[in-house]
């Protein structure tokens, strides 16, 4: 298993233009083939699907392919794959249809360690029927979010769960499985958002029990939409405010509108070069998307190292990501600075590290670190060694009398 990190980096012409991109939480940059997939979906002879014309039968392969692609990606089912405009667009829409089926009284739990997409939508679905919203925390010191802080709300008034498979702030993977074998076991449901923890590892949906996945293939090379995966049985059970003539079928009943084609094309492109990351890989894509992120970790692994170590031995630079478990992803302040000037400092330097909360608003807070959030560093499948010098000797030039 060998990562050729310059062959990867030859994909993306955006490097080209010569920063080092630590923004790739946030989305990453674009590689030629998902360009060419948009390019060429958008100007090819295309319609709404059917099965009559030919623009018509090559709008229904792309949707049929990117499910397939998507299905691959997540070992899911293609039949219960849902595109949207976005993660956040599909979180309110399903919870919507799933606050159908709650009473008042019945019980929402969610974490601090969430973005908001994965808070809000759920807070305002409860207060709609009358649910009661219950909120686990994670530990500010160390990041950590143990199984029992979601646990120990669990009752039989429980009706969904959601927590996030991986911080987008500071990186933190909760145990995810765990807290859905609980969660099963007292009758609720488990919605994850997957967004961040997606880009970083592979992903078995079988493995890890829960019932709904949510995913952003721009965060992971993709164009800008967003993914659902869950079961087809349990979809079926779920119903949608839709119009009268869209079909009810699923998972076209939780897609509103035609599909964006040339976005999924660019998504089962994306999905792709992901298998391919190790080219020695073969198999199914299935088979060699599990060799490729194996070979990515590592890659990832040694490169967070490099970098947390830097990071540690810089007087003034405090790290706020310390869980066991978490993905390639640092948040950081250094004494002194805000974080909005060590984000403009390291820009100048042609460093590309953004700072805010990032829309995990309640984790920023529980940190102490309020609305203004902190420095965020992501590493992504095109980081180098040379970007991690960069960064740091960006850093050390901006603290000149710390270091």
């Known amino acids: 298993m060998t990562y050729d990190v310059g062959a990867v980096r030859s994909l993306f012409p955006s490097l080209l233009e010569g920063a080092a991109h630590f923004d790739g939480p946030g989305g990453s940059q674009t590689p030629t083939p998902v360009a060419d997939a948009v390019r060429d979906t958008l100007v090819s002879a295309i319609s709404n699907r059917g099965d009559v014309t030919p623009s018509e039968r090559h709008a229904d392969a792309v949707v049929t392919e990117a499910r397939a692609a998507m299905a691959d990606l997540l070992g899911a089912d293609p039949r219960g794959i849902v595109f949207g405009r976005s993660a956040t667009a599909l979180t309110y829409d399903l919870s919507r249809a799933l606050a159908k089926t709650w009473q008042p009284g019945d019980e929402i739990v969610v974490t601090r360690l969430d973005h908001d997409s994965n808070i809000r939508p759920w807070v305002q679905a409860a207060e709609s029927v009358g649910a009661v919203v219950k909120w686990a925390d994670f530990e500010p010191d160390t990041g950590e979010m143990h199984s029992a802080a979601v646990t120990s709300l669990l009752s039989d008034r429980t009706r969904l769960v959601a927590t996030t498979a991986a911080s987008n702030l500071i990186g933190t993977k909760p145990p995810v499985c765990k807290i859905a074998r609980a969660v099963h076991e007292v009758g609720a449901l488990h919605w994850v958002d997957g967004v961040h923890a997606t880009a970083h590892a592979s992903v078995d949906l079988p493995s890890l029990g829960v019932d709904f996945w949510t995913c952003s293939p721009y965060k992971f090379l993709g164009p800008h939409l967003g993914v659902l995966a869950a079961s087809p049985e349990l979809l079926e059970t779920l119903t949608m405010d839709k119009l009268l003539p869209s079909s009810d079928a699923v998972p076209e009943r939780f897609e509103l509108g035609t599909l964006p084609y040339e976005l999924l094309a660019g998504t089962t492109a994306a999905v792709e070069v992901l298998a391919g990351l190790d080219p020695s890989a ?24 490099r970098l947390e170590a830097g990071l540690l031995g810089m007087p003034g630079v405090r790290l706020f990501s310390n869980a066991r478990k978490r993905t390639p992803t640092l948040l950081f302040t250094v004494e002194g600075m805000t974080a909005q000037e060590v984000r403009r400092g390291l820009a100048e330097h042609g460093v590309n590290a953004p700072a805010s909360h990032f829309y995990a608003i309640e984790a920023s807070r529980h940190l102490g670190l309020g609305d203004e959030g902190g420095v965020r560093v992501g590493l992504a499948p095109y980081t180098d060694d040379n970007d991690i010098d960069r960064l740091l000797a960006a850093l050390a030039d901006l603290t000149p009398s710390r270091t």
């Open 282 to 305: 073969t198999g199914s894509r299935r088979e060699r998307i599990l060799a490729s992120f194996a070979a990515l970790e590592e890659h990832e692994h040694r490169l967070l190292s």
